[in-house]
């Protein structure tokens, strides 16, 4: 205030940098960096686990959903073992038994549209109490073995030839199980039974020309006709089939 009585206001106009020109961008190169080590990471980790383990993992995220439940994870306790552990689920978690037969199951599926589109009919997939089974089965007209006897006929060893490639460097045990219709075979002092087993015995040694050594076998067996596939008909073609079972211990 100057001796007139008039108030005297200064203005003092500071000069700075920019706002521009803080640190806020080096917060958003930090959470990227983070980001892009946590993905190199993963990568790492997945190429390390074994085919099991990603087979396992692939199925889990291929059915969950935060919408329906809040999932189950994996965890290994022993070296080699994986177990599935439950968080909060609103439904029953599958074991690792469920989710390694389903997998195998799809993949294998998968590799007969492929491979042999032309023998879907014939090459059945499914999943059984002791693991995976997969059934040679004879159609009218289009047999697995020549007809009476325990020669695999080229269909079949083409289809061996696929699953072989499938099953050669899993460790699980197999189980081959010959099976005939309800026809009598007379052929000197063969029956169906002893046809049903050498059949099975034909696959094993088929296998064996592909890598799948005799120590993995667990069951070579015959039934002849007491356990058809078709139970309507006994004398139907499709009853006729050996199948190979990947047995799959429970957890």
Known sequence: MD????????????KGHDEAHGGSWKIAF??????????FLLMWLLAMVSEERRIMLEEYFKHFSI?????????????GVIQAIEILPTRPAKTEREL???ALEEKLKEAITLKLAHMKDQVIVDIVEKG????????????????????????AEKALAMISDYIRDIPNMLVIEG??????????????????????????MELGRHGIGIERIAKITGH????PLIEDDPFDPRNRRVSITILIEAT
């Not at 919408?67 to 070296?79: C, L, N, Q, T, V």
Request: glycine share 6%.
């Open 179 to 204: 099976h005939t219709d309800a026809k009598p075979f007379v052929a000197g002092q063969i029956t169906n039974w002893e046809l049903s087993v050498m059949r099975s015995s034909a696959v094993r």
């Open 224 to 227: 002849a006709a007491t356990k």
């Open 67 to 79: 919408f329906e439940e809040a999932g189950h994870m994996f965890e290994e306790k022993e070296p």
């Open 30 to 39: 930090a959470d990227f960096v983070l980001a892009m080590m946590a993905f």
């Open 100 to 102: 390694f037969a389903l």
């Open 132 to 155: 995976v089974r997969i059934q040679l089965v004879d159609l009218e007209g289009e047999p697995m073995f020549e007809l009476g006897r325990a020669e695999l006929n080229p269909s």
């Open 3 to 14: 001796n007139s009585g008039k108030t005297i206001i200064i203005k003092r106009i500071k």
